[in-house]
């Protein structure tokens, strides 16, 4: 029978709700303080009075800037189209912990960036300290070449790395990269701002009549047949792919730029201008596609999971079940057993033998053996049956349980050396006996005369906690590291060594409660070193 996947409801949260009040109120805090958001018309009269328009001068005035708002409105639908790819990037990689989409993302948000600046230089919302009629055509080249120099970048970064990085170095990694591509981004607005001089990209009655968008057109190439194809290769994915695609019309529109513009807001200017915003849509398209078809997946992941774990924890409660009734029902004449073996020694020891009184020891010896194995069974399905998760300080349990042993730590002599240990989530009484039998067994399994010695240490490795607990002991052969943890497997004859062979079966049960691995790593004589992981 399959479980029901788990509905989660999604709620905005307190922060977000917070966030958007703090928006609507900040303009009106601001305001108060002098901040001026109006865009009131200039007067028109060169004495500084008002002057009244009618409605057919404002209708030419409003015609004579059709050019600037078509170009405003093109810039724009693609600053938006490339701010709201980089959104997606971002939100997919929380899925996928893949690094490849955000870096991506975040070089298509910077290149927005300079778009603009150059969106806003055009309508001198911005002011630069040179003249409009020459920081347009150039701004407009400098964000094409920021654009192909920024998306090089990113995809050389990623070309660059050979294997996949652990999920916190991962977000180091991304918010470094993104640090450094805004950096330049900013500065290369700020220099162009403040220059003086700018050059003049538009050459009238040429062949190329605008020689700065070879450059770019020429980066674009060498992405669209060289680097993206790599990349395409690598990723295998619809995003990867989409971006190639994109060159297409990246490239025509460095094309109608270089060999066809010669003037601003011309046919060959807004030509490039819409397929400047479709090769932005491309990439846009190919991550909403990608992140639905890893949303689905994930959502088929965790109904799978789920499904598993539901089966897989029924099975669990129908093995503990029978392995209570089984190890209490087998307790009643097992003492019966033993209870009648001691009656009938104290009876009729007399009239036996000394091979008899043999015979009944060993019977005696073999019911305390079995009963201890039912014991042990019992405790086994035990673990875990309350499930109370809490957070747990490790230096405070580590410092109970050796106090718990203190007689036993006495007795060897031992030396336990643990300096400051993670706080984690987990279950305290399954977890206090985790340290307690792997401290015990560091304790036991030593040669004689030798002083024991455990260095415990615990570390973050992303999305769980690590622990090591290091011994000075006898040492485990390789062939026998994995069978160790099975149920009654022992190295050791009882009258070496004592114990019924099950310590570690408790530690892998409550490792694997804690979705976590457990293993040893050893040599013989030269002690031993279990490793276990616990999920944040």
């Known amino acids: 029978m399959k479980a029901s996947p788990k509905i989660i409801e999604l709620r905005f949260t307190k922060t977000l709700i917070l966030i958007i009040i703090a928006i609507c109120i900040l303009p009106f805090i601001l305001q108060l303080f002098g901040v001026n958001f109006g865009s009131i018309n200039l007067d028109f009269s060169t004495n500084g009075e008002n002057v009244n328009l009618d409605h057919n001068l404002q209708d030419l005035i409003l015609n004579n800037l059709r050019g600037t708002f078509t170009h405003l409105i093109l810039e724009w639908t693609a600053i938006c189209i490339g701010i709201a790819t980089a959104i997606l990037a971002f939100i997919q990689y929380r899925i996928t912990n893949n690094p490849t989409t955000p870096i991506i993302g975040g070089a298509l948000l910077c290149a927005s960036f300079i778009d603009g600046f150059h969106a806003l230089a055009a309508v001198k919302i911005i002011n630069s300290a040179t003249e409009n009629e020459n920081i347009l055509p150039f701004t407009w080249a400098l964000s094409r070449i920021f654009n192909c120099v920024i998306l090089i970048i990113g995809v050389s970064i990623i070309l660059l790395q050979k294997k996949r990085m652990l999920p916190k170095n991962g977000r180091r990694f991304v918010l470094i990269v993104s640090l450094f591509m805004g950096s330049i981004a900013y500065l290369t607005v700020h220099f162009t701002a403040i220059s003086k001089s700018l050059p003049t990209t538009i050459v009238h009655n040429s062949f190329i009549t605008r020689p700065y968008d070879i450059i770019p057109l020429i980066l674009f190439f060498f992405l669209a047949v060289y680097l993206l194809p790599k990349f395409n290769k690598k990723e295998n994915n619809v995003f990867s ?295 944040k």
């Open 241 to 535: 792919s989409a971006l190639l695609w994109s060159m297409i019309p990246a490239i025509a529109t460095q094309m109608y730029m270089a060999f066809g513009s010669e003037h601003l807001h011309d046919s060959n200017f807004n030509i490039a201008h819409t397929l400047k915003a479709i090769s932005y849509a491309i990439p846009f398209i190919g991550i909403t596609l990608d992140y639905i078809s890893t949303h689905k997946k994930e959502q088929i992941r965790i109904t799978a999971l789920k499904n598993a774990h539901y089966a897989v924890s029924q099975k669990n409660k129908e093995l503990e079940q029978f392995a209570f009734i089984a190890s209490h029902d087998l307790q009643e004449p097992l003492r019966t057993v033993m209870n009648f073996t001691q009656l009938f020694k104290e009876e009729y020891s007399d009239k036996l033998d000394q091979n008899g009184i043999t015979y009944l020891n060993f019977i005696r010896q073999a019911s305390t053996r079995m009963s201890l194995l039912i014991k042990a069974v019992f405790d086994y399905s035990k673990i875990g049956a309350k499930h109370e998760v809490t957070q747990i300080k490790t230096n405070k349990l580590l410092k109970n349980v050796i106090a718990e042993m203190h007689h036993v730590i006495a007795e060897s002599n031992a030396e336990i050396h643990f300096k400051k240990l993670p706080k984690i989530k987990g279950q305290k009484t399954e977890l206090r006996i985790l340290f307690q039998n792997l401290i015990a067994n560091a304790i036991k399994f030593q040669k004689e005369g030798t002083t024991p010695k455990i260095e415990i240490k615990g570390k973050d490795i992303g999305d769980f906690w690590e622990f090591s607990i290091k011994d000075n002991g006898i040492g485990i052969e390789k062939k026998h590291q994995d069978k160790i943890f099975s149920m009654f497997q022992r190295l050791h004859t009882k009258d070496v060594y004592e114990g019924i062979g099950i310590g570690l079966t408790h530690c892998l049960k409550i490792v694997l409660m804690h979705e976590g691995k457990i293993g040893v790593f050893s040599e013989p004589n030269k002690g031993s070193e279990f490793k276990f992981t616990i999920k």
